[in-house]
């Protein structure tokens, strides 16, 4: 089984519609982040949690929310999903060592009409 | 800054090396990644290198850093069909904890 896992993998909305990605890691890790990869941009980071308890803006905040339900979970929200959020997102997750090997998950799909 | 830049595209034979390259503005990083993502999946670590380290070897891959111009470059020996994919390479500053800066991407091409 995977260790990180996204659910939906697709998803096709429209503009204004909430959404939900949801993200599940069993590698034990605290830290969790969401980035989104566009072409020609790269990934930018949306939003990190060290910990439980600990949520923490990325580069591209705005028109984003997250939950830290657990230490396994993480989910990232679009209140009022617009075209420009159209994106291939992804969590990650790691460890607490000097290295920080990040371990991402399969992304999601994210089309926003 | 924190700009991580990469050329968007290269193209090379099978058995040839590929050579990607990456420049970096921040003087302060401390580790440097490159990470390899295949279609339509996540991304994964292939190699890291210390700030304080010019060159890592790892089998097929050799990572050179050259701080004095900010550059880090990534060389496949003997590139398989197997090596296409985006390859990203990444910084990690000193006191951001665990957050990195990922370059754009260059997307390797592997012609028979």
């Known amino acids: 089984d995977a260790d990180v896992t996204q659910t939906p993998r697709n998803r096709i909305t429209k503009t204004g519609k909430r959404i939900m990605l949801e993200c599940s890691q069993t590698?034990?890790?605290?830290?969790m982040y969401w980035y989104r990869q566009d072409p020609g941009l790269g990934l930018r980071l949306i939003y990190y949690?060290?910990?439980?308890?600990?949520?923490n803006k990325g580069e591209i905040s705005d028109g984003y929310s997250v939950s830290r339900q657990a230490q396994a979970k993480f989910s990232l929200s679009l209140e009022s999903a617009i075209p420009n959020q159209t994106a291939l997102y992804f969590c990650?997750?790691?460890?607490?060592?000097?290295?920080?090997?990040?371990?991402f998950g399969p992304g999601t799909r994210l089309t926003v009409l | 800054g924190e700009d991580v830049e990469q050329s968007l595209f290269l193209s090379v034979r099978e058995g040839d090396s590929s050579v990607i390259n990456c420049t970096y503005t921040d003087s302060s990083s401390t580790y440097l990644y490159w990470y390899k993502q295949e279609p339509g999946a996540g991304l994964q670590l292939l190699t890291y290198?210390?700030?304080?380290?010019d060159m890592k070897q790892d089998q097929r891959l050799t990572v050179l850093l050259n701080k004095k111009d900010k550059h880090l470059s990534l060389r496949i020996a003997d590139t398989q069909t197997g090596d296409s994919a985006i390859y990203f390479c990444?910084?990690?500053?000193?006191?951001?904890?665990?957050?990195?800066?990922f370059g754009t991407g260059t997307r390797l091409q592997v012609t028979l």
């Open positions: 990444a910084e990690r500053l000193t006191g951001t904890a665990s957050k990195l800066t």
């Open positions: 990650a997750t790691s460890d607490r060592g000097p290295v920080n090997e990040q371990f």
């Open positions: 290198i210390f700030s304080n380290m």
């Open positions: 949690s060290f910990d439980v308890k600990d949520i």
């Open positions: 590698k034990g890790h605290d830290r």
